[in-house]
C-alpha cells in the first residue's frame, strides 16, 4: 500500500496564531488547516495559507463532507475541496466517519451513526466515490460520540477497521475522541487501539476535552488530559512514527504552551524509542 | 430501523429542541453514567449554540447595539427560523438583515437593519474574490477625447449600501474598544471617519430614528482588511452608475443634474482619483 509521508509533529493551524507562526517561525513541523475555512473566494485567509504553504506542508482537515449521510453526496462541495487541494497541494485529505445531516439541512456537527453492516455498505461505497472525485485516498476519523445505538452490530473498532480495508481508505486516528467515546460509552480504550489495523493509520489527532463528571465533551478548548497521554503512547507504541498535531480550536493560549504540548509529544516519543533500543540490545 | 429513518428521526429531535423525544431515545443505548436525554442534548444544545456563536462572529456591533437579551432573542428567532441549508457554515449568517426586514419584531429597527447591513458587508468584504487594482496611470493609456466613453470595472468586495442615518456612528460606537487597539493609520478606522463618536457621546436611547435622508457607505478590502466611507449622495450615485457599467460621460450627465452650477466633469475626476486611489477599480475599458 502507498505510505503517506511521515511529517512530524504540527498543530492546527488557526488565524489567532497567524502573526506569531510568521514572525517567529516556530519549531512545528507541519500545519493542519479545516479546509472549510478556505472554501471561500479570496481575501486574507487564502493569502496566509499561500504564505504557510511556502514554508510548511499542509493537511487539509475537513467537517463537511457527511461521509455517512443518506443524502447524496454533495458534488458542488467535493468540487470546491478538489479546487482548494489541487491549490494547496496538501499530504492529504481527511474528514470524519460521520453525517452532519439530512433532507438537505446541515447541523454542521459531526453526528453519529449505528454500527451496522447497512451503515457500513453505505459508508464504504460513499468512500469511495469521493476518492474517485479527489483523485486521492481519503484519511478518514473517528469522531467524538455522545450517544450510541441499539441496533448496533458491531464495536465501533471494528466497523473502523472494516471500513478502511474495504474502501481502501486511510485512518485519522484521534486519541482523544477514542478517550472520549470510550468514557461515555463504557468500552475499553486500549481494545479500540489495538484493533484498529496499523497499516491503514496515516495520522493521530491529539486534543483536550472538557470533563462533565458523567460525560466527556470534545471541545478542543483544554490542554492534553493526562489519560489522553497514557493512551497516545499505546497508539504510538502500536502504530510508530505515524503524523501527529494538537487540535485547539477554542480558548487559545499562548503559543508557546501549544509549543509545550508539541514537546512532550516528542519527549514521550523519545522515551519509546530509547526503551525499544534497549530492548533490541 | 433504516439509516435513512434513524438520521430523520434524530434530526429532527435536533432541530426541534427536544433531547427529550421518545422516538430517538428509545433507539439510543444505555450510556455509562449520564442519562440518555443529557447526552442527546449534548447534540441539541451543541447544534443551537454552534449556529449562535456564527452570529456572533459576524455581528459584533449589533450585539452591543441592540444589548445581549434583544440579539439573543434574535439570534434564537433566527436560528428557529433558519436551518441551515448551507455547506459550509461562512455563509450561514448572511439572511439576518432580511431576516430582520421580514420579521414584524425587527422591521421597525431600521438602525439596527442598517447596522446588520453594514457588518454583513465587512464580512462579505473579507472574503470577496481578489483582483490586482489599477492606478490613475491607467487612464493614460487612453487619450482625452476618448474618456467620455470609457467605464470602469470594480474590485469584487465593493459594497454600497443605503442605511439609515446614525448606522456608522452606531458601529464607530459599538467597536469603540476594539479600535483603540488597532492601528491608528488603518483605512476605515474610526479615527478616519468624519464625525466619529466617543462611545459615550450617543446613549443608545437617543439614536436617531429612522430618516428617509439615510446614510450611503462603501465597504471595500483594502490591503486585506475590510474598510469603508461614508460618501456623498452624488459620489454614491456616481459611483452606483459607474459599478452598473456606465460610461463617464454619462455618469458626468447625471452628477450634473444633481449638482447643478459645478463642473461635473471636474467632480468626477475627483471621484475617480479617489476610487483609484483606494484600490478601488481593477478595470478600464470604452463602455459598450
Redesign the interface.
Same mark, same amino acid.
Given at each position: 500500500m502507498e505510505s503517506l509521508p511521515r511529517l512530524g509533529y504540527g498543530l492546527g493551524l488557526r488565524p489567532v496564531y497567524y502573526d506569531e507562526i510568521l514572525s517567529t517561525r516556530p519549531p512545528v513541523d507541519w500545519f493542519e488547516i479545516i479546509s472549510? +475555512?478556505y472554501? @471561500?473566494?479570496?481575501? &486574507?485567509?487564502?493569502?496566509m495559507l499561500e504564505r504557510f504553504r511556502a514554508d510548511y506542508p499542509i493537511v487539509m482537515h475537513g467537517v $463537511?463532507m457527511s461521509l455517512?449521510?443518506?443524502d447524496p453526496l454533495?458534488l458542488?462541495?467535493l468540487k470546491a475541496l478538489k479546487a482548494l487541494a489541487d491549490r494547496v497541494e496538501p499530504a492529504w485529505v481527511s474528514d470524519h466517519l460521520a453525517?452532519t445531516? *439530512?433532507?438537505? &439541512? +446541515?447541523?454542521?456537527?459531526l453526528?453519529p @451513526?449505528?454500527y451496522?453492516r447497512?451503515?457500513l455498505n453505505?459508508v464504504v461505497e460513499r468512500i469511495g466515490r469521493v476518492q474517485d472525485i479527489l483523485k486521492r485516498r481519503l484519511v478518514v476519523e473517528n469522531a467524538s460520540t455522545? *450517544?450510541?445505538?441499539?441496533? $448496533?452490530e458491531m464495536p465501533e473498532w471494528e466497523f473502523v477497521a472494516q471500513m478502511a480495508e474495504r474502501a481502501d481508505c486511510l485512518l485519522l486516528l484521534d486519541v482523544n475522541n477514542v478517550f472520549v467515546s470510550g468514557? +461515555?460509552?463504557?468500552f475499553d480504550n486500549n481494545a479500540f487501539i489495538d484493533a484498529v489495523p496499523a497499516d491503514r493509520v496515516a495520522q493521530f489527532h491529539m486534543a483536550g476535552h472538557t470533563d +462533565?463528571?458523567?460525560?466527556l @465533551?470534545d471541545t478542543h478548548d483544554q490542554p492534553i488530559r493526562e489519560e489522553v497521554w497514557t493512551l497516545y503512547e499505546r497508539a504510538r507504541r502500536r502504530f510508530g512514527d505515524v503524523s501527529v498535531m494538537i487540535e485547539r480550536d477554542d480558548n487559545f493560549p499562548p503559543f508557546s504552551e501549544l509549543l509545550g504540548e508539541l514537546q512532550h509529544m516528542r519527549d514521550i516519543d523519545a522515551a519509546i524509542a530509547a526503551n525499544a533500543s534497549r530492548s533490541a540490545a | 430501523m433504516k439509516l435513512a429513518e434513524l438520521q430523520s428521526l434524530f434530526q429532527s429531535a435536533v432541530l426541534t429542541g427536544d433531547a427529550e423525544d421518545a422516538a430517538i431515545l428509545d433507539v439510543i443505548a444505555a450510556p455509562r453514567d449520564a442519562d440518555r436525554p443529557t447526552m442527546m442534548g449534548v447534540y441539541v444544545n451543541a447544534y443551537r449554540l454552534r449556529l449562535a456563536e456564527f452570529l456572533d462572529e459576524d455581528y459584533p456591533a449589533l450585539r452591543v447595539m441592540l444589548g445581549d437579551d434583544d440579539f439573543e432573542a434574535l439570534v434564537e428567532a433566527y436560528i428557529d427560523a433558519n436551518p441551515s441549508r448551507l455547506r459550509n457554515a461562512r455563509w450561514y449568517t448572511t439572511r439576518l438583515p432580511e431576516f430582520m426586514q421580514e420579521s414584524e419584531n425587527w422591521n421597525a429597527n431600521a438602525l439596527a437593519i442598517g447596522l446588520a447591513l453594514f457588518e454583513r458587508a465587512l464580512t462579505d468584504a473579507y472574503d470577496a474574490a481578489d483582483a490586482p487594482a489599477h492606478g490613475i496611470e491607467t487612464l493614460a493609456e487612453f487619450s482625452p477625447q476618448d474618456w467620455p466613453r470609457l467605464g470602469f470595472t470594480f474590485h469584487p468586495s465593493l459594497r454600497l449600501i443605503e442605511v439609515a442615518a446614525g448606522v456608522l456612528d452606531a458601529y464607530v460606537a459599538a467597536t469603540a474598544d476594539e479600535h483603540e487597539d488597532e492601528d491608528e493609520e488603518a483605512p476605515g478606522s474610526a479615527e478616519e471617519d468624519e464625525g466619529a463618536l466617543d462611545e459615550d457621546d450617543i446613549p443608545i436611547e437617543d439614536y436617531p430614528p429612522y430618516a428617509s435622508d439615510g446614510e450611503t457607505i462603501a465597504i471595500w478590502r483594502a490591503d486585506l482588511d475590510p474598510a469603508y466611507r461614508q460618501l456623498d449622495p452624488d459620489e454614491y450615485l456616481a459611483l452606483c452608475e459607474a459599478m452598473a457599467g456606465q460610461s463617464f460621460g454619462d455618469i458626468c450627465q447625471l452628477v450634473a443634474f444633481q449638482n447643478e452650477g459645478q463642473s461635473a466633469t471636474e467632480r468626477l475626476a475627483q471621484f475617480l482619483v479617489t476610487w483609484f486611489s483606494e484600490g478601488l477599480v481593477i478595470g478600464v475599458a470604452e463602455a459598450k
Open positions: 472549510e +475555512n472554501m @471561500i473566494p479570496g481575501g &486574507r485567509p487564502l493569502v $463537511s455517512a449521510s443518506t454533495d458542488d462541495y453525517w445531516g *439530512v433532507h438537505g &439541512r +446541515n447541523l454542521h456537527d453526528l @451513526i449505528p451496522t447497512e451503515a453505505h455522545y *450517544v450510541t445505538f441499539t441496533q $448496533s468514557f +461515555n460509552h463504557g +462533565n463528571e458523567t460525560h @465533551i | -
